[in-house]
């Protein structure tokens, strides 16, 4: 265990100059929370195998969050109950506060459903692409959420804790396992590209972790798309740039050489060299000119730099959402460990979120079949590079939205019941953990819920980490990522 | 740990003792010491009376025996026993998440079944707590005797002291050598950066370095820490505690414009040395404690500095569950801020469960939370004059006589008014289920702009593109369910609708005019006026305002213009208005004629509903006799005079600080100083809620820790009693904590090195014996920071030299014991402020609004923080650090990437990393490359040859002049690429980024 607030000796051990310095790190820092000796193990992944809690089944993780809270009803969750019942007077059995009071009728899926694959699992129209992919992923209809506020819920489901002040479930990772690359970011996120979901960069913050297990963020479409990769002024050549580090590291050199015994000094020096191979691996992976076209219209890129109407639509979705999808995997193929991708923006005008008070038709359609384009090209990419089985999937959003209608054509908030699913290393595709109930308004089975710390758990055990065992303390209380909760989900487990 | 014991309530050991016989006195003995420890510790949390997880609880005798888990007598028929061991090479089946029992654990419940499973009649498990406030940081502070000792090192390191007393005895005590004095150059780097976050200038250091007073040290002690920007500096570490930002954080992250006069609050209470004890009675309680002044108010900004939900509280009304959440959470967070930051103690873990290390119980936790139960965090005035604050208690006084006034006229008229008045009211009554809303389209209706009174008159008109025949006009009123508006949502309290060829309406024809009294506002029946009229353009404008919270404004949803054959003219045609706020779908001009508005249950009843509605105001108006006219006219011009006056006072400034009456917003309404009710509430949850509270605090000084407060104490008497128990002298917890911090800042590790927990988890203090004397010294010494920075920076401590000593670290690596002096990374702030003063750029402007490192798009929604889009020249942003408008969920990149404090909890230590996005960020950030252009033209104004400029430079950043060999690479490089690109490397120094 590591109290990260009593680190800072003046004279930094082997350890806290490896842990402080950046990538690669975690590792030793793992290794000596369970109590093996931080010297005997190789900062690079590749000796972590020895000191995990057990063998993992995944290496990398990507996350993808619909901000907004998408509708497990119109997306996953199949129900022929609400078919049947569709236009009655809703009546949950019981008194139901909504967040905008929104208890319309009963409204079956704004799409039609149908079977897919072996497992003849039902999808809705709107994730038709996801229907080729459906055998490899693993279903959970019956997560609970604890409130129908987004910005509380939105940190739930990121860092495990409504709020603010917590690592992302991302920095946690980064921290446990360190980089698989030093020349990159261990932690990527790429946000949406019109703006942060709810809590901006506080989901994926390092919190009271090192500053090292942060996410990046990557937003392709910017003149930087990564902050001071480059220097951007007139003045700046390359000459300039390469004699400047060189001279720099001369008179670093010279003043560390003078002062023994502080091995931040050479890390430091050590951090400079480390930025100089990231200016050159870095532009490269987000480089996608090279990808043969048949991989762009995969991820749904055909129409690369379109102009598009102002109406929200399939094309301009499945662009962006593609993109990120591609970058990702390129990303994942160089050594990232865990990217995160978001889908929506906070609640601005016009909505270009999942948030679909109004109308779920027009939002949702859109948002969903340009996210099933890009997320099921990336699940058969991965699969026919061999990288599936080691990469871990986790589609997620806030909450879930209600069975009976909002206005017409919208439906409210839902933190009783929604869905996530999980795909690739080590779970078991093809099979649903956990129902809802005939509406979709709460779980079947009500005392048994799956909860976010499950999810949490269970990603941190097939990375092979015992979730009640990675702890850090901060003022007084040892920190988990699963709080005091969560177990390991063995029916998705392959 | 080991020695907590749980105890139990001995009054109940008592009671049952009494009735016993010998043999159950030890049973229940071994029952309550034995057995009762392992099943509060493995079983309790999950199998309590409350929660009976899997349909079993063992609290009480009758729930055991009930679950048939336990056969008394027979260990190995026991269903209990069974989950318990493990089976087949398997863990045991339970306790799920957490170890299994030992096997004495196990060994010792086989013997409670098999001998019968004793279980003391009435006796209910207790939850488990810990009782004991026998911890170091609880027990009374010790005057403690300074070292005598022989000084071996005292050419080296004389005792200037008490510190040097302690330090040097635990030094030797350790076989341990101090280290000999940092040079003046070095010494004189190491103080500016302490004290003022800023470098001393090259020339600075001259002065210092070849000064011939022997008192040159302390003299620049004295100079620095009557400098403002050493309240610049430190007052940053206090506001790094207490979670200070300008925005709320949460969903959309909205602006706080005016939490900045806290932040100048803090520097300036730094600046003036306030005695500490008034710096925390000022941030608890000062409006109570120290009514009339600017501080009283402005401290309690504290309470409000950290994140707030604007959703959980301005779009859920408290009487939802998520609205009771989120003010629960953000008292939580109150509390927590004010437990941690003044006694450093982690109370924050006992809402859920009693804290499992520290003598903090559940009912101790929400009995904190009922001292902070009535207040909220909002804006409030303050620095109001006293002339002013007493003119409008009078005029306030006034105006309310006058509307008692006005209300009794009415009263009477009303009475008046007669049967016929009372049997229309008993119509509508009868008619109004039928007038509510049964449907609303997503688009509302027009919506004026807000205005800033009632009386500004504000018009919608419609043109209906050519003159035709009108024979009646129809307004149909908005619906809307935000924050509680309802039905008849910006229906104007006085209006007209006019007609007319002219679009300037010069002359126009009158169709109705409701311009003479107020009309009553009719939910959503629409108002018709008819009357055979010809003309292009038609004219509603509203007189008299609709009043929402306090912004007038008038709105509506629809405007029909119907012909004699029932057409309605106005469908979707232009619609042009004085004001409007374009919101679609809801709100827009062009819905005005969209043909869409809300209807009710029953269109033709609810007419008949307004009609007795109109019936009975106008029974009113008929009984109001000239004479009362008159005296209304007249009461109500006095009263709107007043109004007017009151409306004119200046309001003194706002502070964003705790508030019990403030601006409604929405759903969050001010309590008006009546505090919630608060009951603990079992595991935490909003919905299971449990005993009574009393305001309170831990049970240290007190036993049971509640305040004696009168039956009719106020919600202040409430803080107040808070705030005096925190700095109560014998209160050891206080003193200890904030001594213990500044020498943390000084030193770069406290001596207790977990500075926001002094209790069982937190780490045990180094020096305690230096921690108690520093304690009383300041404690007793008018708590003044400034007497307690002096005494370290002048100590022989202080002023050692960095330098590495072998023997020593072989024996403390990590210095805990001070054998020399820490060499430490600046931090974010001192990078950002130093590259601004070396490059010529840094404005010493005080005080005021932060400003922008980033460009603000959509304030009014959700604020957008653009920091890719700033002007890094913007001579705005170029004041020190401490003044940036801190952005609490999208903080700046730059500053986050320097390990700069997370606004979003509290930051009693900066982390020190070094990474290569940091390495990245030094080199490439914009703001860094502009600055590196400014510092050449800085350079360029020195009249000095080439090669002296680039010394000088150099010695800017490191501190002194570069050696032959560094001037000539140093020269050559800039030669070559020239001094913007120098700069730029000089920023990324070692010796800048480091100081010794």
């Known amino acids: 265990m590591s109290d990260l607030t009593t680190t800072r000796p003046s004279t930094p051990t082997r350890r806290e100059f490896l842990w402080n310095s950046g990538g690669g790190l975690g590792g030793i820092a793992l290794a000596s929370m369970l109590g093996a000796d931080p010297l005997e193990v190789s900062a690079k992944s590749g000796a972590l195998g020895g000191v995990l809690h057990h063998p993992p089944k995944a290496k990398r993780v990507i996350q993808l969050f619909m901000s907004g809270a998408a509708s497990h009803l119109d997306l996953w969750d199949h129900k022929p109950w609400l078919v049947e019942h569709h236009g009655e007077p809703s009546d949950f059995g019981e008194k139901v506060e909504l967040f905008q009071n929104g208890a319309g009728p009963w409204t079956k899926s704004y799409f039609q459903f149908r079977p897919y694959g072996e497992s003849g699992k039902h999808l809705s129209d709107a994730v038709k692409p996801l229907g080729e992919v459906v055998d490899d992923i693993a279903f959970i209809h019956n997560l609970v959420g604890k409130t129908g506020v987004h910005s509380q819920a939105t940190y739930l489901q990121a860092t495990g804790f409504q709020r603010p002040g917590f690592p992302g479930m991302g920095s946690w990772i980064s921290y446990a396992l360190g980089s698989i690359n030093d020349n990159l970011p261990t932690f990527v996120v790429l946000p949406d590209h019109r703006g942060y979901a709810s809590n901006g960069p506080k989901n994926w913050g390092s919190a009271f972790l090192p500053a090292s297990s942060q996410g990046t963020t990557i937003f392709p479409q910017r003149e930087n798309p990564i902050e001071n990769l480059i220097a951007r002024a007139k003045y700046v050549t390359k000459a300039a740039d390469q004699n400047g580090l060189q001279l720099l590291n001369r008179i670093n050199k010279g003043y560390a050489d003078k002062r023994p015994g502080d091995s931040r000094l050479d890390a430091r020096i050590e951090s400079y060299e480390l930025a100089a191979r990231m200016q050159l691996s870095a532009p490269e992976v987000l480089d996608i000119t090279q990808e043969p076209a048949c991989i762009k219209k995969m991820y749904g890129l055909e129409n690369e730099g379109a102009t598009y109407g102002p109406d929200i639509n399939v094309p301009e979705e499945a662009e962006y959402f593609g993109r990120k999808c ?134 941190l055990h097939l990375l092979g980490i015992d979730h009640t065992r990675l702890t850090v303390r901060n003022n007084g209380i040892d920190r988990r990522l699963t709080d005091v909760h969560g177990h390991v989900i063995e029916d998705i487990l392959a | 740990m080991n020695a907590i014991r749980i105890q139990i309530k001995a009054s109940l050991v008592l009671a049952v003792c009494l009735a016993a016989s010998a043999v159950s006195v030890a049973q229940d003995q071994s029952f309550e010491q034995e057995v009762v420890p392992i099943l509060q510790q493995h079983c309790f949390s999950c199998h309590n009376s409350d929660d009976h997880k899997g349909d079993f609880a063992l609290q009480t005798k009758s729930e055991l025996l009930e679950s048939g888990y336990v056969e008394p007598g027979d260990a190995d028929g026991s269903h209990l026993l069974t989950v318990l061991r493990p089976a087949d090479g398997k863990p045991p089946a339970m306790p799920k998440d957490s170890p299994p029992l030992t096997k004495s654990e196990i060994e010792t419940l086989e013997k409670w079944i098999t001998e019968g499973a004793h279980w003391p009649d009435g006796f209910v498990i207790p939850e488990p707590a810990i009782t004991s406030t026998d911890w170091w940081s609880w027990n009374p502070i010790v005057r403690q005797e300074i070292p005598q000792l022989e000084n071996p090192y005292s050419a080296r390191f004389p005792l200037e002291n008490a510190v040097d007393a302690f330090i040097l005895s635990k030094l030797i005590e350790k076989g341990l050598e101090p280290s000999a004095p940092a040079d003046r150059r070095v010494l004189i780097r190491r103080v500016y950066y302490d004290l003022l976050g800023l470098p001393p200038t090259p020339e600075q250091i001259e002065a210092f370095v070849e000064s011939s007073d022997p008192m040159a040290y302390e003299h620049l002690i004295d100079d620095l820490l009557a400098s403002p920007a050493y309240g610049e500096r430190w007052a940053r570490h206090w506001l790094d505690i207490v979670k200070y930002a300008d925005t709320a954080g949460y969903d959309k992250d909205k602006l706080r414009p005016n939490a900045w006069p806290y932040r100048d609050y803090v520097i300036k209470s730094f600046n003036q040395d306030k005695p500490y004890a008034r710096f925390v009675r000022e941030q608890l309680a000062g409006d109570q404690l120290f009514p009339g002044t600017e501080d009283g108010i402005l401290g309690l900004g504290f309470v409000a500095a950290g994140p707030w939900d604007f959703i959980g509280h301005v779009e859920v009304p408290e009487t939802k569950i998520d609205g009771r959440i989120a003010r629960y959470i953000d008292r939580d967070e109150m509390v927590t801020n004010a437990m941690n930051t003044f006694v450093s103690t982690t109370v924050q873990c006992a809402r859920c469960h009693n804290h499992k290390f520290d003598a ?114 129809r307004l149909h009123p908005c619906s809307d369910d935000f924050g509680g508006i309802g039905n008849g949502f910006g229906f104007p309290v006085r209006f007209k609708l006019e007609v007319s060829d002219d679009p300037e309406f010069k002359t126009a024809t009158l169709v109705a005019d409701q311009t003479a009294d107020d009309y009553p506002n009719l939910g959503i029946a629409y108002y018709a006026a008819a009357k055979d009229v010809t003309g292009r353009y038609i004219r509603l404008t509203a007189t008299k305002l609709y009043d929402r919270n306090g912004s007038p404004m008038f709105a509506m949803s629809e405007l029909q213009a119907l012909s004699a054959e029932g057409t309605n003219l106005a469908l979707n ?249 820490n060499r430490r990374k600046l931090s974010a702030e001192e990078i950002r402020d130093s590259v601004l003063q070396v490059s010529g750029r840094l404005s010493n402007q005080m005080g005021g609004p932060g400003y922008y490192l980033f460009k603000l798009e959509h304030p009014q929604h959700s604020p957008h923080y653009e920091y890719h889009l700033h002007d890094p020249n913007d001579v705005m942003s170029h004041r020190r650090s401490v003044y940036r408008f801190i952005v609490r969920s999208q903080p700046d990149p730059f500053m986050t990437i320097l390990d700069c404090a997370d606004s979003s909890k509290s930051t009693p230590q900066r982390v020190e990393t070094l990474t290569s996005i940091q390495a990245l960020a030094l080199l490439n950030n914009k703001f860094n490359l502009a600055m590196a252009e400014h510092f050449a033209t800085d350079l360029m104004t020195l009249e000095l040859p080439e090669q002296q400029r680039i010394e000088v430079a150099f010695a800017r950043l490191a501190g002194r002049q570069p050696n032959q060999e560094e001037s000539a690479q140093l020269a050559a490089y800039a030669r070559e690429h020239g001094l913007a690109n120098l700069c730029r490397v000089l920023y990324n120094l070692h010796e800048f980024v480091f100081v010794e």
């Open chain 2, 360 to 473: 903090v119980t559940q009912q101790h936790y929400y009995n904190l939370q009922s001292v902070f139960a009535a207040v909220d965090k909002a804006e409030r005035s303050y620095g109001v004059d006293p002339k002013v604050a007493a003119r409008r208690q009078e005029l306030e006084s006034k105006i309310k006589e006058s509307t008692t006034q006005l209300a009794a006229i009415q009263k009477k008229i009303e009475e008046e008014a007669g049967p016929a008045y009372t049997e229309a009211l008993t119509k509508a009554n009868e008619l109004a289920a039928f007038a509510v809303l049964a449907h609303r389209d997503d688009a509302y209706g027009f919506h004026s702009a807000m205005q800033n009174a009632t009386s500004v008159a504000q018009w919608a008109q419609v043109d209906l593109g050519e003159s035709k025949a009108i024979s009646e006009i």
């Open chain 1, 326 to 459: 591609l970058i990702a995997r390129r990303l994942l193929e160089k050594g990232v460990r865990f990217v995160q991708i978001w889908s929506g923006n906070d609640n601005g005008f016009p909505r270009r979120n999942w948030d679909s008070h109004e109308d779920i038709k027009r939002d949702h359609g859109p948002l969903a079949e340009g996210m099933a384009i890009g997320t099921a090209a990336l699940i058969k990419d991965l699969k026919q590079r061999d990288m599936l089985k080691d990469t871990l999937i986790l589609w997620t959003t806030e909450f879930g939205r209600m069975p009976s209608s909002q206005g017409s054509k919208g439906r409210d908030h839902n933190p009783f019941v929604f869905t996530n699913w999980l795909c690739g290393g080590g779970i078991r595709g093809g099979v649903t953990a956990g129902e809802s109930d005939q509406w979709g308004f709460k779980p079947l089975d009500r005392d048994n819920p799956t909860q976010v710390y499950d999810i949490h758990a269970t990603m």
């Open chain 2, 573 to 821: 045609k232009v619609v042009s208005s004085s004001t409007s706020i374009e919101a679609p779908a809801r709100w827009a001009r062009k819905n005005l004629t969209d043909g869409k508005w809300p209807t009710p249950k029953d269109v033709a009843k609810t007419q008949q509903w307004a009609e007795s509605m109109v019936a009975a105001a106008q029974l009113v108006v008929n009984a109001n006799t000239p004479e009362r006219r008159k005296q209304t006219q007249s009461l109500t011009a006095r009263k709107a005079a007043m109004e007017k006056e009151l409306a004119g006072l200046p309001t003194g400034r706002m502070v964003f600080a705790a508030a019990t009456e403030f601006k409604v917003q929405g759903s969050f309404k001010p309590t008006m100083g009546k505090p919630r009710t608060i009951k603990v509430l079992h595991r935490g949850d909003i919905l299971q809620e449990r005993q009574e509270t009393q305001p309170g605090t831990i049970p240290l000084l007190e036993e049971d820790g509640v305040f004696s407060l009168d039956d009719g104490h106020t919600e202040g008497d409430r803080r107040v009693a808070f705030a005096e128990w925190v700095v109560r002298k014998d209160q050891p917890l206080t003193w200890r904590s904030i001594v213990n911090r500044i020498w943390q800042y000084h030193f770069g590790q406290g001596i207790v090195s977990t500075p926001n927990d002094l209790g069982r988890m937190g780490q045990l203090p180094t020096h305690p014996e230096l921690l108690d004397w520093l304690a009383l010294e300041f404690r007793d010494q008018g708590q003044s920071f400034k007497h307690l920075h002096r005494l370290i920076l002048l100590s022989s401590t202080y002023r050692q030299s960095s330098a590495h000593h072998e023997e020593n670290s072989q024996i403390d690596s990590s210095n805990q014991f001070l054998w020399r002096m």
